[in-house]
């Protein structure tokens, strides 16, 4: 059984970056053919697929968040991290990591982890 935990402050001020890490178990972020994702939900929207790294190391971001976005991994420790520098209010958010396949399709997910900005 695989599980994703999201990490990191419930709480970034203003032009600040944001900063959280996807922790997983019971399986590797190195397996073939897995996708590991950011995605967020603000409060009354639907989801917004942030971006990925791969099961190779390579990232993909929404063209819309491309320019603040950066997903690294560590896989000693089995993580990654998502970085969205410049945050303002509208990056509040429900913030999940995901697993998801080359279908499309996510089988995992974390809990989220709610981060609000504001000064």
């Known amino acids: 059984q695989v599980q994703l935990q999201e990490s990191g402050p419930g709480l970034v001020k203003p032009s600040q970056t944001l900063s959280l890490t996807c922790t997983v178990s019971?399986?590797?972020?190195?397996?073939?053919?897995?996708?590991w994702s950011w995605i967020r939900q603000p409060p009354g929207k639907g989801l917004e697929w942030i971006g990925y790294?791969?099961?190779?190391?390579?990232?993909y971001y929404s063209p819309s968040l491309k320019s603040r976005t950066s997903i690294s991994r560590d896989t000693s420790k089995n993580q990654f991290t998502l970085q969205l520098s410049s945050v303002t209010p509208e990056d509040t958010a429900v913030y999940y990591c995901?697993?998801?396949?080359?279908?499309?399709?996510?089988?995992?997910w974390g809990q989220g982890t709610q981060v609000t900005v504001s000064s």
């Open positions: 995901a697993r998801g396949d080359d279908r499309d399709e996510y089988d995992y």
């Open positions: 019971g399986g590797s972020i190195t397996t073939n053919y897995y996708y």
């Open positions: 790294i791969a099961y190779s190391g390579s990232t």
